[in-house]
């Protein structure tokens, strides 16, 4: 143990950064890794490089990555666990841990207690607290002083992995004022919109298509089976004391129960209301009753008339009976001709649209070559069509009637190629003599004809701001670089996973 630990206290306070395991703990690891076998079959957690490891050796690595995650998300931890996937994170930090051995990185004593020290967590009146230190090793990370230690030293040396591994990387004066403008520039442009819906009164749909459609589309209209449920109980009310006397009730009840007939009499006497939940599908919501995947796997699985016994579902006890089945079936065409005659619609609408688009497209083009001093939004006002304008947008943000799209904004500001930071009408209508392809967006179609105003960067603040966007671009390759050499990495560790992910370290002591 550091004992030495035990004597310092540092006086300034600063924010603990060091990032244990740096990976995102989503990862999807290939066919090796996706074995899952139950303690008793292999005496070991699985193999990184050739190497067996063992079931202790596995659980210091995951106790260490869920001592990080208690320490990072605190009170939200517990929350928040089953999104992390703590045991392939375990996995990557014994990879990470590989690797550090092979390049023969250490960490000195010194350096952990530097680092402890710098804590808030350990702190009080910004200086290390002897007392503080032991209570949250023994109430809140629940690990010897010695492990946690031992396992910060490892994870400082996954700390400088990273730092050598991203040491020569550097951001250019290009890509940062590039990205502050991704981030700041905004632009308003004029565009037609070609929609489907714009047709649907044009659409006329024959009976031998319906048939065709039907015919190829047979396996789309069956129809799966489905029960009618008839049921009583008693609703929880708000007081969760009443539950164990509402579920003491039903099951008496149910002892009275035998048939139909009694089904009824019982509900009668007991003043209690039948209810129906109307034919619903295997796995889906029960009407009334509520989301249950063991109540509707019951369900479906009575005879008719068969009696339930007390079910405890998300709103109360309940006592079923199957009232109706209906089987899987293969409808009639006319049982589904409306559907099948607005899929056509669908169909054949967007086949108009699109066509109309290109036709658009192309007339734009052939105006332009015959006038090659006008503007698309000239050109378009002299065929007829119907201008938009959308509102002023970054490239990132949702753009009014038409969303988030990426295509759409890209094309956009493509057009500003050129233009002043700060651009006038006549600077804009110099570039508005190129034109984008058609951008399809939720099956829409839209052509950009030009800028309608452009707001480039302000100078002075990206100059304020510029070491912020310096930090982050720089912190994004970085992190990109490694994530690349970790892929890598994981291939040639040929990882052999014998841990489930619903990991228990206690089972495997």
């Known amino acids: 143990m550091l004992k030495q630990l035990r004597k310092r206290k540092t006086a300034k306070r600063i924010l603990w950064t060091l990032a244990i395991i740096i990976i995102p703990p989503f990862i999807f690891w290939g066919a090796g890794g996706l074995i899952r076998e139950k303690k008793g079959k292999v005496n070991y957690a699985g193999k990184i490089f050739g190497r067996k490891i063992g079931f202790s050796e596995y659980n210091n690595s995951f106790l260490a990555v869920k001592t990080q995650m208690l320490m990072q998300l605190g009170e939200n931890a ?4 089953k999104y992390l996937n703590l045991p392939q994170q375990a996995w990557d930090r014994l990879i990470l841990l590989y690797e550090s051995d092979k390049r023969r990185i250490k960490i000195e004593d010194s350096k952990i207690i530097n680092t402890i020290g710098k804590m808030p967590i350990f702190q009080k009146n910004n200086s290390f607290d002897q007392k ?17 230690e031992e396992n910060l030293r490892d994870s400082l040396r996954i700390s400088k992995l990273y730092e050598e591994l991203t040491e020569g990387i550097n951001i250019s004066g290009q ?5 502050y403008k991704k981030e700041n520039e905004e632009i308003k442009v004029e565009y037609l919109l070609i929609s489907p819906t714009d047709y649907a009164g044009e659409i006329k749909i024959k009976d031998e298509e319906i048939k065709e459609y039907f015919d190829k589309e047979k396996s789309s209209f069956l129809r ?7 049921y009583l109980g008693i609703d929880y009310s708000a007081n969760e004391q009443d539950k164990d006397k509402i579920k003491e009730k039903l099951q008496q009840l149910k002892t009275n129960i035998k048939n139909p007939d009694d089904f009824a009499r019982i509900a009668k006497e007991q003043s209690l209301s039948i209810r129906e939940t109307g034919f619903f599908l295997q796995d889906g919501f029960i009407p009334g009753i509520g989301d249950s995947v063991e109540i509707n796997k019951l369900c479906f699985g009575l005879s008719l008339d068969e009696i339930s016994p007390p079910l405890e579902a998300p709103n109360g006890v309940y006592i079923l009976r199957l009232k109706s089945k209906k089987e899987a079936y293969l409808p009639e065409t006319n049982e589904v001709r409306d559907l099948i005659i607005n899929a ?8 108009m649209a699109q066509d109309k688009a290109t036709e658009i497209l192309t007339q734009l083009k052939d105006g332009y070559a015959k006038k090659p001093k006008g503007t698309f939004p000239i050109i378009a006002k002299d065929l007829g069509l119907k201008i938009k304008e959308s509102p002023l947008f970054k490239r990132n943000s949702p753009i009014e009637g038409i969303g988030v799209s990426e295509e759409f904004a890209a094309s956009a500001f493509n057009l500003t190629q050129g233009i002043p930071e ?13 034109i984008n392809d058609i951008i399809e967006i939720n099956k829409n179609f839209y052509i950009i004809l030009g800028i309608k105003e452009f707001i480039g960067i302000d100078k002075e603040k990206f100059a304020k701001e510029r ?10 390759k970085k992190e990109e670089a490694f994530m690349k050499f970790m892929q890598e990495l ?10 489930s992910q619903d990991y228990n370290p206690n089972l495997y002591r």
């Open 224 to 230: 799966p089976a489905s029960v009618n449920i008839e």
């Open 132 to 148: 503080i230190y032991d209570y949250a090793m023994r109430y809140v990370l629940k690990t010897s002083a010695r492990a946690f």
């Open 344 to 351: 056509l619609r669908d169909k054949k609408c967007y086949l």
């Open 467 to 476: 070491q912020d966007v310096t930090d982050k671009l720089l912190s994004q």
């Open 175 to 179: 890509e940062i004022e590039a990205e």
């Open 78 to 81: 517990e929350r928040l666990e």
């Open 490 to 499: 994981k291939g040639k560790a040929k990882l052999v996973n014998f841990i």
């Open 422 to 434: 700060v651009a006038d009408a006549s600077a804009i209508s110099n570039v508005n003599n190129n």
